[in-house]
């Protein structure tokens, strides 16, 4: 049976159309070529190559396979490239052809339950998927006038983000946390347990064996069965670390399109802007702040600016940030912060404790939570963040022994209700808490903060 469009409901048609018409307008005929001038560093320049920026190019090697590259620069009359792989047997001269001058890549729902790597294919061992449709990986973000506002939670099951930090679908959340504190095992619980449609699930710059003890582990077969993961190892060049992000998005942007609301993972947006660090440094742009050229902090807003609500869907962005030295004020989590709409800090002090998920609740923000929770959960919520602040303060005093009972009723309300408000936050990693039973218990710890006050001294 054929799959063309032409076979699709209109609204399908109408949709595939559009994007059609303008990748026919921006296309460049196929059939231009240019020589290799000389190699520097991890580069090469090519004289007599007139494509756009971002084009795929193939170098023709003598006796090895075609080597793909992307143009990333220009340098006088030179088109600047960085190959996709090892510039083995390439030499002065060689034919360099233009192979795609607008990237896109093909989608469709047999992605789901897909594992593919930066170049959208697959490498799960599986049969490939019929896929009819194609989309932009540079798409353009949402206008600001075309986000509809953000007014439906997201059920995570997890109770420390539903009940003090709620996400809504479409909101764009940061996860700041160094390395080993629990980032993925959080990302696989979530991926598990939302009520997304489809998840998005995107490895930048991975380590080789962790990604199938991620797919094994942390997402198991029930995650996998509503997800496509994308991935990209450390070992792989900048250039395909970089592109899975704008493949892991595009992937997004066609489900969201297609009336879904996508849990879109990335992990991490680090590692996604080193990645165009090296990019930029190699292409010959001049190092700024602390080593990063200024197109990593404009290519962050593009890239996180694309996640949203539309009319037809949502794409709720989760981005883990891999702060350096735990120092969560460094140029990229500075800046991640301040684009996305809210951020759960990880700490590696609650992780060293057994605490899971880690999430140091007082340095953690939804700054759409007022728009999201009842006026009930959002009391709630700020009298348990009051409790918390109270111990954190006194906690010297508490641990030494020197805190006097009676000093504070706020700090003996969070003494005595301490042991049940860990128990609310900590949770096992295949235990679920849905949205009603997470606000049921939080109002039982207010209430009983209340009945605390109202008996002075029976702390």
Do not use: C
């Not at 209700?417 to 936050?425: K, S």
């Not at 997470?438 to 209340?450: D, R, Y």
């Amino acid at each position: 049976m054929s799959t063309t469009p032409f076979h699709l409901y209109p609204l399908d048609r109408a949709l595939l159309m559009m994007p059609l018409v303008e990748h026919v307008r921006r296309v460049v005929p196929l059939g231009i070529t240019g020589r290799v001038t000389k190699l520097v560093g991890l580069t090469a320049a090519v004289s007599g190559l007139p494509v756009p920026l971002g084009s795929v190019v193939q170098m023709l090697r003598d006796r090895e396979a075609p080597l793909e590259a992307e143009v990333v620069g220009f340098s006088g009359e030179e088109t600047i490239l960085l190959p996709y792989g090892e510039m083995a047997g390439i030499r002065r001269g060689t034919r360099v052809r233009l192979k795609q001058s607008v990237p896109t890549v093909r989608v469709g729902s047999a992605l789901l339950g897909r594992v593919i790597d930066a170049r959208g294919r697959m490498i799960d061992q599986k049969p490939a998927p019929n896929l009819p449709h194609r989309v932009d990986l540079r798409a353009e973000p949402i206008s600001p006038l075309d986000r509809p506002r953000i007014d439906r939670p997201l059920a995570t099951t997890v109770r420390a983000i539903d009940g003090l930090l709620t996400l809504g679908q479409g909101q764009r959340l940061g996860i700041f946390a160094g390395s080993g504190v629990g980032k993925s095992t959080l990302l696989g619980q979530l991926a598990r347990s939302s009520n997304a449609d489809v998840n998005v699930v995107v490895l930048i710059g991975e380590r080789g064996r962790e990604v199938l003890e991620f797919l094994e582990r942390d997402l198991g077969p029930e995650g996998l069965a509503r997800s496509v993961v994308v991935v990209a190892t450390g070992d792989e060049p900048a250039l395909l670390r970089l592109r899975s992000a704008f493949l892991g998005t595009a992937i997004a942007e066609y489900f969201r399109d297609h009336g879904k609301n996508v849990l879109l993972m990335m992990d991490s947006v680090t590692r996604f802007a080193l990645a165009q660090r090296e990019i930029g440094l190699a292409a010959g742009e001049p190092p700024a702040t602390r080593g990063y050229p200024p197109s990593v902090f404009a290519l962050l807003a593009r890239l996180l600016e694309r996640s949203g609500r539309t009319t037809a869907g949502s794409i709720t962005g989760l981005y883990t940030v891999l702060v350096e030295g735990d120092d969560t004020n460094e140029p990229i989590s500075d800046t991640v912060r301040g684009i996305l709409d809210g951020h759960v800090v990880l700490s590696r002090k609650l992780a060293q404790q057994n605490h899971f998920p880690a999430i140091d609740i007082l340095a953690s923000l939804s700054r759409l939570m007022s728009d999201l929770a009842p006026p009930e959960h959002r009391a709630a919520a700020g009298s348990l963040r009051q409790l918390l602040a109270a111990y954190q303060q006194s906690e010297d005093l508490i641990s030494i022994g020197a805190y006097q009972n009676g000093s504070n009723p706020t700090v003996d309300a969070a003494i005595a209700l301490r042991p049940m408000i860990q128990q609310f936050l900590q949770q096992a990693t295949t235990d679920r808490s849905n949205w009603l039973e997470t606000q049921s218990a939080l109002l039982k710890l207010v209430k009983m903060k209340e009945t605390l006050a109202a008996r002075p001294g029976a702390a």
